[in-house]
């Protein structure tokens, strides 16, 4: 079991930027690779990015692709997401997730993580 915590979601103009993070309690961060997600209202929830177990791989959505930049602290058992040249159409409630990292490859599929936090809501301001 993991306890997953997001923090850093709030109220921002476009093009401005936030950085979410995403503290994890209990058994070994290192263990799992993550994920981070949104759902908007009346949207289902998709992935915007994934990092593996030890940092070395990485996958975004289209939507976030160089603006969005995922990152981990093994240490700090914490996972982030650096959102920059945010959009209104970034606005969503932002999750972060865990499973399994031994797995191979990055899941992309909400249904493949067995974790989930709270979730933090993100609005950008046009």
């Known amino acids: 079991q993991v306890q997953l915590v997001e923090f850093g979601g709030g109220l921002v103009q476009a093009g401005g930027s936030l950085r979410l993070s995403c503290v994890a309690r209990?058994?070994?961060?290192?263990?799992?690779?993550m994920g981070w997600f949104r759902q908007a209202p009346g949207k289902e929830r998709e992935i915007v990015a994934a990092?593996?177990?030890?940092?070395?791989?990485?996958y975004y959505a289209d939507s976030v692709k160089g603006r969005f930049t995922v990152s981990r602290d093994n240490a700090k058992n914490t996972v982030y997401l650096q959102m920059n040249s945010l959009k209104p159409e970034d606005t969503a409630v932002y999750f972060c997730?865990?499973?399994?990292?031994?797995?191979?490859?990055?899941?992309?599929?909400?249904?493949?993580?067995?974790?989930w936090g709270q979730g933090t809501q993100v609005t950008v301001s046009s």
């Open positions: 997730a865990a499973t399994d990292g031994l797995r191979p490859g990055l899941r992309r599929s909400s249904n493949e993580y067995d974790f």
């Open positions: 209990g058994r070994t961060f290192s263990a799992y690779a």
């Open positions: 990092i593996s177990w030890n940092g070395d791989n990485t």
